[in-house]
């Protein structure tokens, strides 16, 4: 089955404290990239990946990294999580590019005490 | 800002209703596209409709496209209960990635 594959799902943890949220895809898509969604603003892109070793900025990138070491893995690191990250967090990937439909995980819900 | 608004923010509908849902943007687009979200999960792609169509069907969706007004529309027929969700417009404004508006949350009562 197509899909994309985000963990953990749900992560309380403490200010200052390292995570990573892993992504995985099983379609061979070349683009993926990350979003936040927080009520009121929507869906904002922090980061996107056009292809291996290849990811660049989105919108709100502040705080957050980013690798692609492998085409199926798009990691979110946050090395020194703050509470305004709080928020639910979804890994997006498409064929080749930003503009064509995207796949979604099923999200990550991160509260940071 | 944010390409795409929808209206109205909020429906509730009874089952078996048509719910109608309405997508404006700023800019010129290349392609609209419409998702639809259920409550804690991921968004999920529904249709696409080019700048050069005018009307797209796929199942009980109808989605239309006013480039002159930049609008577009998101038809559900025969609601059930199962099309509770949210739904978002995201357009691609001469970007290189999709824009997402605010949403519809749509409330179908059994």
């Known amino acids: 089955e197509a899909q994309v594959t985000q963990n953990p799902r749900y992560l309380i943890t403490v200010t200052g404290k390292k995570l990573t949220v892993t992504c995985s895809q099983n379609?061979?898509?070349?683009?993926m990239s990350w979003y936040r969604q927080d009520p009121g603003l929507g869906l904002r892109q922090i980061y996107y990946s056009m292809n291996v070793e290849v990811t660049d900025k989105g919108d709100v990138p502040e705080g957050y990294k980013v690798s692609r070491k492998e085409k199926r893995n798009f990691p979110l690191i946050l090395e020194s999580p703050s509470p305004n990250q709080t928020s639910l967090y979804f890994c997006?990937?498409?064929?080749?590019?930003?503009?064509?439909?995207?796949?979604f995980g099923d999200g990550t819900r991160l509260s940071i005490l | 800002s944010q390409q795409g608004e929808e209206d109205p923010q909020a429906l509730s509908i009874q089952e078996g209703e048509n719910a109608t849902m309405n997508c404006s943007y700023k800019?010129?687009?290349?392609?609209l596209q419409w998702y639809r979200q259920n409550s804690g999960r991921g968004l999920v792609h529904l249709i696409l409709i080019r700048s050069n169509e005018r009307e797209k069907h796929s199942g009980r969706l109808r989605v239309t496209l006013d480039t002159s007004k930049k609008s577009s529309s998101l038809l559900i027929t025969a609601s059930r209960a199962a099309d509770t969700a949210s739904y978002f417009c995201?357009?691609?404004?001469?970007?290189?990635?999709?824009?997402f508006g605010s949403g519809t949350r749509l409330l179908v009562r059994p």
């Open positions: 379609m061979n898509h070349e683009y």
């Open positions: 997006a990937s498409s064929l080749t590019q930003g503009t064509q439909p995207q796949h």
């Open positions: 995201a357009t691609d404004g001469n970007s290189y990635k999709l824009i």
């Open positions: 800019t010129s687009i290349n392609n």
